[in-house]
């Protein structure tokens, strides 16, 4: 066996073993080396199996000219550019001139074929505006026949490109502009083809990790995740912190959308005071998220995404809150309210740390008041909200009628609860363990008290009855309220449900793809080890999927239910 460390010094045994095993042989790890200079580093096996089955050129132009740049950088900072050196058709060429062609865009190819069609060292302006302005090529202006007129064009495009404040500069200064102008919203363009959120922060993010366009191309094909800079430059190291590559990919989650730079690109702070109401559910947020002088909102609804901080500044109108199902932390965002404005606050099916209530004390106006957990998947996870103590911080809420608090540790305080409140829902399903199980028969209780305070009616008393009726009619509501909320829960869980198991199933893919590899290299310990881990994946999806038989059951029966009642509802005959 040839000794690699003659090729490089980091190579060892096992390393030599895992490159041949991937089909490379000495001349091209040679190869390599020589594309990728220091930066090249024998662990990277897989970064460069990917880049022989893939397009590589690309990465090897860019290694290329990257390292001769540095090379040039350090052995003769002082010499320039100039084309002259290759002669003919580049015998009139200046270091000024050629620099002109290459601040325009053209490498010495490209340049090469204008210059053969009589264009001159002088033209790169010229030609940059005849390529990136007027869409032509060096064939088409051969037969374009007029070339007086399209030079005519040409200066009046000059002259457009005058005004007060340039009117000193002179023909190159004026295209310079453009050009970095015109080539800068072209890159914009071009990344945002890959994915529509690329900012030219973000690009300098990937150009800064020495990516290039296709293998940013190549990364957001395989995984849709643009933010993911960091980990995607421990792959192409070939140095993640933890096992190998693969192990990285299948542990590592995917990411959504950044919340905050979502919401400044689809609702900019120029336009946000004409917001009355706000739904941005259910769209794969996640991170912190401000939400900063909608001064006219009244009702945001941001459940179903992954926000783990809420910020609220200057939105003084607020009256409906719902952001359930993201990964609060903290119920903070309350301290910057209007406490006379708050009517309805859900926040249930998060994570917020042990909390007491005495952060809702404030807020007396609130009819429907949501902050415990239902959805199971997530409390399976260890992901719910950890409330716990006393219900006296509710006392003063004489217009709280709907008070869900299932599974919480709140074990203590009935007896502060307002007499408005006509539906608590208060589960130990989910989370037997929850200490809410220890007030359990005083708020049954407490609920039976309010349906027998409603039942004594005075004789007579017509108002009292009116009164009645309406408590009753509100109770009603309460009772439908509660039924599409059966059905908002199970929905829910059904979305989770699938989600886990397309994660799993993707999961999987990545291990019959290492299985294949490990076969191939005929590593048996490996094959081994992983198709027990694809054992222990079929295994939960199986339970994933009896899961998500029942939920789709239970929502069969809901539903059901709803039609039967809609078949018995009659028109009372006229007399």
């Not at 108002?463 to 439908?480: C, D, H, L, T, Y």
């Not at 309220?481 to 999961?507: D, G, P, S, V």
Request: net charge negative; hydrophobic share 30%.
């Amino acid at each position: 066996m040839v000794n690699w460390t003659e090729i490089h010094p980091d190579f060892t045994k096992e390393l030599q073993q895992k490159w041949e095993s991937k089909g490379f042989d000495q001349e091209q790890i040679q190869h390599w080396v020589q594309v990728f200079g220091d930066n090249f580093d024998p662990n990277n096996y897989e970064f460069f199996n990917w880049l022989v089955n893939g397009n590589s050129n690309e990465v090897i132009k860019f290694n290329q000219e990257t390292n001769q740049e540095e090379k040039n950088n350090n052995q003769s900072k002082k010499r320039k550019t100039n084309w002259q050196e290759y002669g003919n058709p580049f015998s009139d060429f200046t270091e000024e001139t050629t620099q002109q062609w290459i601040g325009a865009g053209f490498n010495r190819m490209q340049t090469r074929e204008w210059l053969n069609i009589g264009l001159r060292a002088v033209d790169a302006n010229y030609v940059w505006w005849l390529r990136d302005i007027e869409g032509e090529t060096p064939e088409s202006i051969l037969n374009h026949g007029d070339s007086e007129a399209l030079y005519r064009r040409y200066q009046e495009f000059l002259q457009s490109l005058r005004n007060s404040d340039n009117e000193e500069k002179d023909e190159g200064e004026l295209l310079a502009e453009a050009i970095n102008s015109s080539l800068e919203v072209e890159e914009n363009i071009r990344w945002q083809k890959i994915h529509p959120d690329f900012t030219p922060e973000l690009r300098k993010e990937w150009k800064d990790k020495w990516f290039t366009y296709e293998e940013v191309k190549e990364w957001v094909k395989g995984r849709g995740d643009i933010y993911d800079v960091e980990f995607a430059s421990q792959l192409k190291q070939g140095k993640p912190k933890n096992g190998n590559i693969f192990d990285l990919i299948e542990i590592k989650p995917t990411k959504g959308r950044n919340a905050q730079k979502w919401l400044d690109k689809n609702f900019p702070k120029e336009l946000r005071s004409g917001f009355v109401e706000l739904d941005i559910s259910g769209q794969d947020l996640e991170g912190v998220l401000k939400l900063e002088d909608f001064v006219n909102l009244k009702e945001i609804n941001c459940h179903g995404n992954s926000i783990t901080k809420l910020e609220v500044i200057n939105c003084p109108k607020l009256k409906k809150i719902d952001c359930k199902w993201n990964k609060l932390v903290d119920p903070n965002f309350l301290s910057s309210l209007n406490p006379r404005k708050l009517t309805w606050l859900d926040v249930r099916d998060n994570a917020i740390s042990p909390s007491d209530l005495s952060c809702f004390s404030r807020f007396t106006n609130l009819e429907f008041l949501s902050i415990g957990a239902l959805c199971p998947i997530t409390i399976d996870e260890g992901v719910f909200n950890l409330f716990y103590g006393s219900l006296e911080p509710l006392k003063n809420m004489s217009k709280l009628g709907y008070l869900l608090i299932d599974n919480t540790d709140i074990n203590s305080g009935v007896e502060y609860l307002p007499n408005s409140l006509r539906y608590i829902s208060y589960s130990t399903e989910a989370r037997p363990e929850s200490k809410i199980k220890e007030i359990k028969w005083q708020l049954d209780s407490f609920i039976s008290d309010l349906r027998n305070n409603s039942l004594a009616l005075v004789e007579n008393d017509e108002p009292k009855i009116r009164e009645i009726n309406e408590e009753e009619s509100k109770e009603n509501n309460f009772s439908e309220q509660k039924e599409e909320l059966n059905r908002e829960i199970i929905q829910h869980q059904i979305t989770k449900l699938q989600e886990t198991i397309n994660r799993l199933e993707k999961e999987m893919n990545i291990l019959q793809k290492q299985l294949e590899k490990a076969k191939k290299s005929d590593n048996l310990q490996a094959v081994e080890q992983i198709e027990e881990k694809m054992e222990v994946k079929r295994k939960e999806v199986r339970e994933f999927e009896e899961r998500l038989e029942k939920a789709n059951e239970q929502l069969n029966e809901i539903t059901d239910s709803e039609n039967k009642f809609s078949e018995q509802v009659e028109v009372s005959p006229k007399n």
